[in-house]
């Protein structure tokens, strides 16, 4: 058996520190990515809103508050010299959940690798929340008509 130089011993030091650097860090991306991945990432927003940093329960409130609140205000309109007012609740509805879903997708749909470089340099994942919602035509064309 022949003896290891010390330029063996000095690169397999170098190689185990390497080693356990690179576990080390993987270990902390896994454990970062678990715990952020209840908050929906920084630089998502509605309607100018910023959803950054929320958890869901939080999110639901600032999507109600953002989109769900002006959607379904009354809206007065004017016709043949009369203001009416409409009333959209029950003809517009407003899928929270899936505003919710589309805040939380940034993270959700990046890689392990994208989501530890963001978390690592503090630099926010931006994208914008659609408005979910939907009208039925026909209770407005009923309102219309009786207008």
Known sequence: ?????IAQRVVTVL????????SSGMAWAAVSDY?????????VSINGVGLGGMTETEAR??????????????VPVTADGKTYTFDP???VSVDVDAMVEQAFAPRRSASIITRARHDLLG??????????????????TKW????
Do not use: W
Not at 1 to 5: D, F, I, P, V
């Open 123 to 140: 630099t926010p994942i931006a994208a914008e929340v659609d408005p979910v919602y939907s009208v039925d035509k026909k209770k407005v």
């Open 35 to 43: 715990q952020e991945a209840s908050f929906i990432p920084e630089g």
């Open 61 to 74: 409130e600032a999507i109600e508050d953002a989109v769900s609140a002006p959607l379904l205000r009354p």
């Open 89 to 91: 609740k029950g003809t």
């Open 1 to 5: 058996m022949q003896a290891r130089t």
């Open 144 to 147: 219309v008509s009786g207008v």
């Open 15 to 22: 190689v185990a520190a390497a080693l356990l650097a690179l």
